[in-house]
């Protein structure tokens, strides 16, 4: 007979067996996380080799190389909103009212003064959007849903929907130069990565970005300013994407407002693949990198197989969803 309130051994076993699964559980998708984006990143190079074998030559080395270094600025950009809670998609559409920006002052008053002003202008628009979310408790998603047709409705307005010329070669040798065998662009990435690092890892305001990311009540009781933090992130999101707005802009030789296209998605893509959590609060810059990595493989290989643009995007997109289904089951698992 059993006494009321006491457990049989059955139900302690069972109580000690669904504890023990929720551990297995996040053992699992944590042994996954680790391991399995170098797995896929070889995997891939080894499909890719094997259907074209121009995949493994050093000339697309450097294409992937180059591929690589244009992205991963923008998600170690993304990576700010998306650790203090939220995320940034009218990343695009500054990237390409930057580079407007940068063609009309370099016109106007030369490159130093056009470099400045764009990398600013995607810095005021930063400021804008953390301002807006953080202020008056708005979902990022509105907010920057907004944003991206904002922007991209300046740059079109400001040039009448035409490419804007006059920069000198000079200025092409940010996307195209080399420093040594690195190329600069590959720098630049390399540099960004460094700041953003020791930010994020080295700094209160990185520990405060963490903190209400994972928990914004918490943080704010604990006498973190959450308004500031948010802001900060949003404003270091825009300043890092002016800098890749600069290289894309040195790549075209030309301001174009539709310059950044995609680019939302596919930054987010590369960080939520990276293991950085959508909800914030968790993931590594380190981790990014092979997100981003892996992007750039998938977008070489499919080129060198000749597949559809269209086609890409739709992988690009069903990649995305798997990232976030995996995002939620990591969740779930605790």
Same mark, same amino acid.
């Given at each position: 007979?059993t006494?009321?309130g006491?457990?049989?051994h059955?139900?302690d076993?069972a109580?000690?067996?669904s504890?023990k699964?929720?551990?297995?559980r996040?053992?699992?998708?944590?042994a996954?996380s680790q391991l399995?984006?170098?797995l896929?990143?070889?995997a891939m190079?080894?499909?890719?080799?094997v259907?074209q074998?121009?995949?493994?030559?050093?000339s697309?080395?450097?294409?992937?190389?180059?591929q690589f270094?244009f992205?991963a600025?923008?998600a170690f950009?993304?990576s700010?909103?998306?650790?203090?809670?939220?995320?940034?998609?009218s990343i695009?559409s500054?990237v390409?009212?930057?580079?407007v920006?940068m063609?009309l002052?370099t016109?106007k008053?030369g490159?130093?003064?056009g470099?400045?002003a764009?990398i600013?202008?995607a810095?005021?628009v930063?400021?804008?959007?953390?301002?807006?979310?953080a202020?008056f408790?708005?979902?990022?998603f509105v907010v920057?849903?907004g944003?991206?047709s904002?922007a991209?409705g300046?740059?079109?307005f400001?040039?009448?929907?035409?490419p804007v010329?006059?920069?000198n070669?000079?200025?092409?040798?940010?996307?195209?130069g080399?420093i040594?065998p690195v190329?600069?662009?590959?720098?630049i990435?390399a540099?960004?990565? @460094? =700041?953003s690092?020791? $930010?994020l890892?080295r700094t209160v305001? !990185?520990r405060?970005?963490?903190? /209400?990311? #994972?928990?914004?009540e918490?943080?704010r009781?604990?006498?973190?300013?959450?308004?500031?933090t948010?802001?900060?992130?949003?404003?270091i999101?825009g300043l890092i994407?002016?800098?890749g707005?600069?290289?894309?802009?040195?790549r075209?030789?030309?301001?174009?407002?539709?310059?950044g296209?995609?680019?939302?998605?596919?930054?987010?893509?590369? @960080? =939520?693949?990276?293991g $950085?959590?959508?909800g914030?609060?968790? !993931?590594r810059?380190?981790?990014? /990198?092979? #997100?981003?990595?892996v992007?750039s493989?998938?977008?070489?290989?499919?080129?060198l197989l000749q597949?559809?643009?269209?086609?890409?995007?739709m992988v690009?997109?069903v990649?995305f969803v798997v990232?976030v289904?995996?995002?939620?089951l990591?969740k779930?698992?605790g």
């Open positions: 007979m006494i009321r006491e457990r049989t059955g139900e076993l109580a000690v067996g504890a699964e929720p551990a297995d996040r053992r699992t998708l944590r996954v399995g984006l170098p896929v990143v070889l190079c080894i499909y890719f080799t259907r074998p121009l995949f493994a030559t050093p697309n080395g450097l294409n992937v190389a180059r270094s992205l600025v923008f950009a993304q700010f909103p998306i650790l203090v809670g939220g995320f940034d998609i695009g500054q390409g009212l930057s580079s920006v063609a002052v016109q008053a490159l130093p003064a470099l400045a764009g600013a202008t810095g005021i930063g400021a804008i959007n953390g301002f807006t979310i202020r408790v708005v979902s990022p920057t849903l944003m991206l904002a991209l300046l740059a079109l400001l040039t009448n929907g035409r010329y006059g920069f070669d000079t200025f092409t040798v940010i996307a195209t080399y040594g190329s600069v662009p590959l720098l990435a540099c960004v990565f @460094v =700041v690092w020791f $930010v890892t305001y !990185g405060h970005l963490y903190a /209400v990311g #994972g928990n914004e918490a943080a009781l604990s006498g973190v300013n959450v308004f500031r948010k802001m900060l992130a949003y404003i999101c994407t002016g800098i707005a600069m290289v894309l802009t040195a075209v030789a030309s301001g174009q407002p539709n310059l296209t995609g680019l939302e998605l596919e930054s987010i893509a590369a @960080v =939520v693949i990276g $950085v959590a959508l914030g609060g968790e !993931g810059l380190a981790r990014v /990198v092979w #997100g981003v990595l992007m493989l998938l977008s070489n290989g499919l080129d597949v559809s643009s269209y086609i890409q995007l690009i997109g990649v990232a289904i995996f995002d939620g990591k779930r698992a």
